[in-house]
């Protein structure tokens, strides 16, 4: 069975500094693996993905993360932290072998110290 | 942009009542989600659709939960004598089909509170 465990279910971090959320997966095929961030009271939206290409991964927003298969992690970072990052971020596994559902950690609630 | 949108984006409930909540995907997408998201936690699969068949419904927590799809675009999930323990945030999301990687697009949700 494929899970996701996230470190830290608040994180906070001062304006300009970098972010560093942590994501560990434990899966038997090779996983895809997502994070999504999720601003109050809207959907989710997806920041990036690793499905076997390149290891490291940019998306959107500045943000970026590197699949690390003998650490089973996929940590998401950003260098300089913004006001408007705050929010919550989802690391999420999928295994396309299996009709694509996703399973999601529990999440990180990120905060931005002025 | 024609996104996902479910309907209504808040619902309250009185405990046993039945409830129904609406999803319209993305015209076109093949694959149809249901999660649902408990307060603090992150959203837990329900069920999925091809089309309109319902091909795994594993996550459903109970015989009280039913979800259609019945003519392979509006899906709508049912919850039957509702109970305090089914608040939480209901999302659909859609994608493309389900060959290879498809990105899921998630709607906003409903957000379920039963008193």
């Known amino acids: 069975a494929q899970s996701v465990t996230q470190l830290g279910s608040h994180v906070s971090v001062s304006e300009g500094a970098l972010v560093l959320l942590r994501c560990n997966y434990s899966s038997s095929v090779p996983p895809y693996l997502f994070w999504y961030v999720q601003y109050p009271n809207q959907g989710l939206q997806l920041l990036l993905k690793?499905?076997?290409?390149?290891?490291l991964v940019k998306g959107i927003n500045g943000f970026e993360a590197e699949f690390k298969k003998s650490e089973t992690s996929f940590h998401l970072t950003k260098p300089s932290a913004h006001m408007s990052d705050a929010a919550e971020y989802f690391c999420a596994v999928s295994d396309l072998n299996r009709d694509d559902k996703i399973i999601f950690g529990k999440g990180t609630r990120l905060h931005i110290l002025p | 942009g024609a996104g996902v949108s479910q309907s209504p984006r808040y619902k309250v409930a009185k405990r046993g009542q039945d409830v129904a909540l609406r999803c319209d995907p993305i015209?076109?997408?093949?694959?149809l989600f249901w999660y649902q998201q408990a307060l603090g936690q992150g959203p837990e699969f329900l069920t999925y659709?091809?089309?309109?068949?319902?091909?795994?419904k594993s996550g459903l927590p109970s015989d009280r939960f039913f979800a259609e799809r019945p003519e392979g675009s509006v899906s709508t999930l049912k919850i039957q004598r509702t109970q305090q323990e089914d608040s939480a945030v209901y999302l659909c999301a859609s994608s493309l089909d389900s060959s290879g990687y498809n990105e899921q697009f998630f709607g906003p949700g409903t957000r379920l509170t039963v008193l």
């Open positions: 690793y499905t076997s290409a390149a290891t």
């Open positions: 659709f091809q089309n309109e068949a319902q091909l795994d």
């Open positions: 015209s076109g997408h093949v694959s």
